[in-house]
């Protein structure tokens, strides 16, 4: 079947309906002068979007900043710090406001809608489609055609093969974290098809498989608000503080979900993780305790000193790997256990890819330099956040600056 549709008002065609692709639709509904047809291979519209934050949506953060960004490629920090201060946290809660959802922000500065359901932010979205977005639902792109005035978009429907024109593509395909949410990494190929090269992908804001043998005895158990630090081939990449879960795999929480976004593309060079099972006390008030202890109670085994300070099963497996006796290795070890990163547990179980797109095969406005008239937002671009909203507020940005551009075109 062919739908021509190439007549005036000019037609944009958006591909993907998830963050970028709801806001860029959200924000050209006003623009009469133009048709947006919005294709989303799954049969609802921003599944992805619904799932955020645990369910209650972290849309930004307050200390937004360019260092909270990462590419595989050379990262244009000036390109994307001027994206940032057009379309910023204040404009993202701004917009959300419009729509009529309120915003919180917590005491880590991430921000969330105020009803704390990240449903209600793709709700909110969709609603405000209005008469000239014209939803495709299970409707996979599959291919994405150049032609003298426009593109052919080939795409799988419930009714088979079909192809559309358009005369602008937006591609807000995402990236290949989370395939359970439409986003496999098939898409890239609509991109490449076109010329464009992607870096390598690799899974972020995802848990860590480790050397297990000195954590064995600890699947299940959390360090609540432990420090972690990063190195990568003895270079300290990163630290911070959060929860930390031990698993049969290595390692997971909130901690290890948020450092994974400074080494999960390194562990080729060698990745260590250094935990802080107890950050709110020094290693030499650690030392004096477990010295007061053994003189307290001197029947009491070496194995047993940290218990009451640390869970039993965390304070003996830390004990276990330095030299019956000896304190203040003991200590040392509580403040700065050791782990070898061998892994991620991969890209069905991370929230955002690394690697995409190049940003420098787009211009200012995220136009394509290869191909006129098409554009790119989003997770499919090389650039990937730190955990606390930074991927939807990059989703949010780019948008936006690809909208501005699109009416400057078609006119308003
Ligand atoms: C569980 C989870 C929790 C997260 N929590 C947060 C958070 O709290 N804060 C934050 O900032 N980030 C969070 N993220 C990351 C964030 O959701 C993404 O970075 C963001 O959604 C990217 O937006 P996008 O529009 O580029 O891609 P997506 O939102 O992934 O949307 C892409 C859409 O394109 C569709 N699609 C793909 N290929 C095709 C095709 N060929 N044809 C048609 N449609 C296609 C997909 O089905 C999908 O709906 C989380 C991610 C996950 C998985």
Known sequence: MIYNITMKPLTIAVIGGGAAGLVASALLTSYENCRVLLFERNDRLGKKLSATGNGQGNITHRA???????????????????????????????????????????VKGRVYPSGRQASAVTDALRFSLGKNVDVRLQTKVTWLEKQANGFMLTAETQDGVCHFFADYVLLCTGGKAAKNFGTDGSAYALAEGLGHSRTALCPSLVQLKTDVKAIRTLKGIRVADGGVTAYVNGEKKATLQGDIIFTDYGVSGDAIFRISAYIADKIDKGVTLSLDLLPRYTQEELISAMRNKRERFPELGFCELLGGTLN???????????????????????????????????????????????????????????????????????????????????????????VDALIEKIGK
């Open 64 to 106: 937004l900043s360019v260092d909270a960004y990462f590419a595989q490629s050379a990262l244009p920090k000036s390109k994307v710090a001027r994206m940032l201060s057009l379309y910023d946290d204040d404009s993202v809660c701004a917009f959300f406001q419009t729509l009529g959802v309120l915003t919180d922000t917590d």
């Open 312 to 402: 039993n099963q965390v304070g003996r497996a830390v004990l276990k790997t330095v030299k019956d006796g000896d304190i203040p290795a003991a200590a040392k070890a509580v403040k700065a256990f050791p782990l070898t990163v061998t892994g991620t547990l991969g890209f069905d179980y991370a929230q955002v890819t690394k690697g995409g797109i190049p940003l420098d095969e787009t211009d200012d406005t995220l136009q394509s330099t290869l191909i006129q008239g098409l554009y790119f937002a989003g997770e499919t671009l090389d650039i990937d956040g730190a955990c606390g909203g930074y991927n939807l507020q990059w989703a949010y940005t780019s948008a936006r600056i690809v």
